[in-house]
């Protein structure tokens, strides 16, 4: 970091050979060059025989490093390297910033991005809320180094007994709000973590809450202003602590990231969105309209005996020294970089899964703006707007959807009925009288929207 910060940033000082032959390092480019004999030629030829431009070319292949050492090697390099023209196209190819979009000092903004880079871990870490109110029940480690990353271990204290209570979850957040990443024309905040042992239940979540969550020992997306989704059943919760269908299931050795894309003003857009990915591999859009998303934090929950996940929020600075517009910064498994370009292309900006809250509130509920939603606890969160889609579907009986309503109606009731129905359990029930059932619940949960 101090090498790209004071080598980088230095302005040309115009430093004599004669003065700094014993002091500079000597690098490939200043010896390098074959000798060619040619017309007009006595022999030796070095690389400074070239023209600028084809010396600009060359740098622009090199890792920021080598930059740096040729930069130290001779005036001629050190001007060459200081040439605004190198750092532009470094913005472009290296951040995937848009060529049309130029600065005053591209040199400038290029370290300024790399610095960025790298406080995305090193100043952020996931911390254990010191006042939770039943206790705490994770631990978060400090940070570790591997394969050029910057690791944080989480891990559940609990025991096998404690996975049976609704306060008894291990949350974690970050101690400050995320860090951009420092490429693209979207402003995306992402993190990963690796499931190093899914434990006796595999209840693992990632998502995001606000700061002052994780004191309530509560899963990220079963309360209000917070986002999950959940290894054990695939489920993407939100404002509830029942979870829409949303993607597979994951467990020990994989990889699971999500990250909160700001809305471009400019573009006319309203809402942030956040995604989730699985080993590398975009799942899908879950929450495609987030209010007040400048409030949000990762988060992480964990609720049974023996779950431990390591978390990554970026990548060191060795790495980045090493990195070259051809091996471009990759501390995710996710190729975050290529998926901000493509959320640049107009079609694939505006692509977002189908979901009732992309249009009127599918429950004929007055629809509140995003904007309105900051402090809104009567907003029904989307999973039970599904339940009520599937209610209001009496023709269809496919087992798809009485396999939701069963799983909903026993999320309201437990695993027993009262005599009153007339069966003793949810799956004994006639298709009418389950979704009279979830219609009730419904009520019970959203009134008084529904009355």
Known sequence: ???????????????????????????????????????????????????????????????????????????????????????????????????????????????????QYIS????????????????????????????????????????????????????????????????????VQYFEICVRSAGEQGFIAIGWCRDSYPRRNRQPGWEAHTYGYHGDDGRAYRD??????????????????????????????????????????LVGWAFPRVPAAQLLRPAIGLHSAGERVDAVLGGDAASLLDASPELKPKPFVFDIGAFIRSLENPAAATQQAESPENGKNCMGLPEIEADEREDEEDSVPEALQLIWLRIQAEDDESEATLDELRRFAQHGTGARLHPSWGVETVQQLAPDMLRHLCTLILQHMVHPGLQ
């Not at 809320?129 to 180094?145: I, K």
């Open 240 to 281: 509830s602590g029942f979870g829409k269908p949303f993607g597979p299931t994951f467990t020990t050795g994989q990889v699971v990231g999500t990250g909160l894309v700001f809305p471009r003003v400019n573009k006319g857009e309203k809402h942030a969105r956040i995604f989730y990915t699985l080993d590398g591999e």
């Open 1 to 115: 970091a101090e090498m790209l910060t004071n080598q980088l940033s230095e302005t040309d000082t115009g430093m004599s050979t004669s003065a700094s032959q014993d002091k500079v390092p000597t690098h490939p480019l200043a010896d390098a060059a074959p000798q060619v004999d040619g017309p007009g030629s006595d022999g030796e030829r070095s690389l400074l025989s070239l023209d600028t431009e084809a010396l600009l070319h060359i740098l622009t292949f090199l890792p920021l490093s080598s930059i740096a050492a040729a930069s130290a090697c001779c005036r001629e390099l050190r001007h060459i390297a200081n040439d605004p023209v190198l750092w532009q196209a470094l913005r472009v190819s290296f951040w995937s910033m848009p060529e049309h979009q130029l600065v005053s000092d591209a040199k400038a903004d290029f370290v300024r991005r790399c610095q």
């Open 120 to 187: 995305m871990a090193k100043e952020r870490r996931f911390q254990v809320s010191d006042d939770s109110e039943t206790g705490p029940y994770v631990n978060a480690s400090r940070h570790t180094a591997g394969s050029g990353v910057l690791l944080q271990t989480v891990e559940y204290t609990g025991g096998g007994g404690d996975s049976l209570g609704h306060s008894t979850v291990g949350c974690v957040c970050l101690s400050a709000p995320a860090v951009n990443w420092p490429g693209g024309g979207v402003q």
